[in-house]
Every structure is written in C-alpha cells, then in structure tokens.
C-alpha cells in the first residue's frame, strides 16, 4: 500500500512547523496524533500547521487538527494554519475551524507574525 500522508518538521525561531503532504483521514490521522507529543514546543512559542499539499482531509482529520491545537495550548503555545488548499478551506469553513485557528496564506507568513507571548 502506497503511503497517503507524509509529515515533514522543521524548527523556526517561532518554533515547530509541521508540513502534511497527502491525505489527513482515518487512515493516517493517528500518525500524525503519535508524533505531537514528541514535538518540542516551548510556551510562547508558536506551532504552525502547513497545509499547503495537504490534497485531502476528513473528520478524523480535523479532530487531529483540534487534538495539535489542544498539545499546543497545553504547552502554553499558539497554533496557526498556513497555505490552507481551496478544497480543503472549504470544509472548515463549514464546521467553523476558521474561527478556531488563525490561518496564514503561507507558513513563511504565520512565522513572521509571530511574536513571542512568554517573558
């Protein structure tokens, strides 16, 4: 079976960003839920979700978006969403995550918002 979701991280001054390249669904939800607690993310520091290659995403998939929204909060981090694909913006749009996430048109964008919320 050929593998559906690839997950690329990378460490920015801002902190962690995550690339999903694939498909996020009930197939490869957990992959990317097993590997949130091994991210470094220090308070005030920011997690920036990529999602410019993301080609598909489903319920499940969501509720691995809230699960890293919950890791970062949790850490006393921030969460963004970065190069949401049309189709993909679509459906969060209809279950409101664009009022639960700040979204950026690029990941190079959330990071140069990013400002330091812990002294």
């Known amino acids: 079976m050929t593998k559906r979701l690839s997950l690329h991280t990378r460490t920015t001054p801002a902190?962690?960003?995550i690339e999903l390249v694939g498909e996020l669904d009930h197939h490869t939800a957990p992959e990317i839920r097993a590997a949130l607690p091994a991210l470094s993310l220090n308070p005030g520091q920011q997690l920036v979700l990529d999602l410019g290659t993301l080609t598909f995403c489903?319920?499940?998939?969501?509720?691995?978006?809230?699960?890293?929204?919950?890791?970062?909060?949790?850490?006393?981090?921030?969460?963004?969403?970065?190069?949401?694909?049309?189709?993909?913006?679509?459906?969060?749009?209809?279950?409101?995550?664009?009022?639960?996430?700040?979204?950026?048109?690029?990941?190079?964008?959330?990071?140069?918002?990013?400002?330091?919320?812990?002294?």
Do not use: C, K, M
């Open 58 to 119: 489903d319920s499940t998939g969501i509720t691995v978006l809230i699960a890293a929204r919950n890791h970062a909060l949790a850490a006393e981090a921030s969460i963004v969403l970065a190069a949401v694909p049309d189709r993909v913006s679509r459906i969060f749009r209809i279950v409101g995550l664009e009022q639960v996430f700040l979204i950026y048109l690029t990941a190079q964008d959330a990071e140069a918002a990013w400002r330091p919320t812990a002294g």
């Open 15 to 17: 902190g962690p960003v």
